[in-house]
């Protein structure tokens, strides 16, 4: 902990300020400081340590900058939470494994899942699927968990008349794509996505744990079989504090 049985060295030409950042960042590795825990006001760094409040204010500034601290007006700094890297929109991988690689427990709620006309369902999920008004479609709203933390909510629509297999899966515990897989003509070979930066909304704030204003990453989907048909279109809302995302490009 932060109590000063870690020093600063100051015989070495080394800033001040970034000795202690280095310290504060050793404590939040460690585990000593985990998510969400509060760390020492300025004032009470300064002490331990000898330091000036500007030199602490610098030190817990750039980690605030960098995502390992950050402050609540009047009421301290606290830990961050570290991102979940998702890999996701590089590859077709699932969100379990993309969770599970990195040590963590996922898992899914589904909130709703039922069968709508495709007119209910709306314009764009008619397009995107390429349906009539006529047909039918799948919706499911899942939330996704890692380590119990809400991370992403995900409004899925199918095509009834392809994918009608799905209704006897439990999604709560079966992965999408897995299932899909299970029919070459509905397995999910290409998948567009446009993504976009939104605020998050009421529903955002209830479900994601996230306040109202708050960053959100839009994901707008849709998978395609290996004919090229479009099998699923997904609105996918990633908590802005929580997620980043790695991509790769290449001339």
Not at 39 to 55: A, C, F, N, Q, V
Not at 200 to 218: H, S, T
């Amino acid at each position: 902990m932060l109590d000063g049985t870690s020093k600063i060295d100051r015989s070495v030409p080394i800033p001040l300020y970034f000795q202690l950042k280095k310290l504060i960042y050793s404590e939040i590795k460690s585990g000593n400081y985990k998510g969400g825990d509060v760390i020492p006001t300025e004032k009470e760094l300064s002490e331990i340590y000898g330091l000036s409040r500007t030199t602490v204010r610098q030190a817990t500034t750039e980690l605030v900058q960098e995502g390992w601290l950050y402050r609540v007006k009047s009421k301290g700094t606290f830990v961050g939470y570290p991102k979940v890297s998702q890999d996701y929109v590089q590859k077709i991988e699932s969100f379990n494994t993309t969770i599970s690689r990195q040590g963590m427990v996922p898992t899914t709620e589904v909130i709703k899942l039922e069968v709508l006309s495709a007119k209910k369902a709306g314009e764009m999920v008619i397009q995107s699927l390429q349906l009539s008004s006529d047909d039918k479609a799948i919706f499911i709203f899942r939330k996704r968990l890692a380590d119990n933390v809400p991370i992403v909510t995900a409004k899925t629509y199918l095509p009834y008349d392809r994918c009608s297999f799905l209704l006897d899966h439990n999604l709560n515990n079966e992965q999408l794509y897995s299932v899909l897989s299970l029919d070459k003509d509905t397995k999910i070979y290409k998948i567009e996505r446009v993504i976009e930066a939104v605020e998050a909304q009421a529903e955002d704030v209830r479900l994601l744990n996230i306040g109202r204003g708050k960053p959100i990453q839009l994901f707008t989907s849709i998978g395609y079989n290996s004919m090229n048909e479009p099998i699923e279109y997904t609105i996918s809302r990633y908590r802005g504090d929580r997620n980043k995302f790695k991509t790769t490009a290449f001339t």
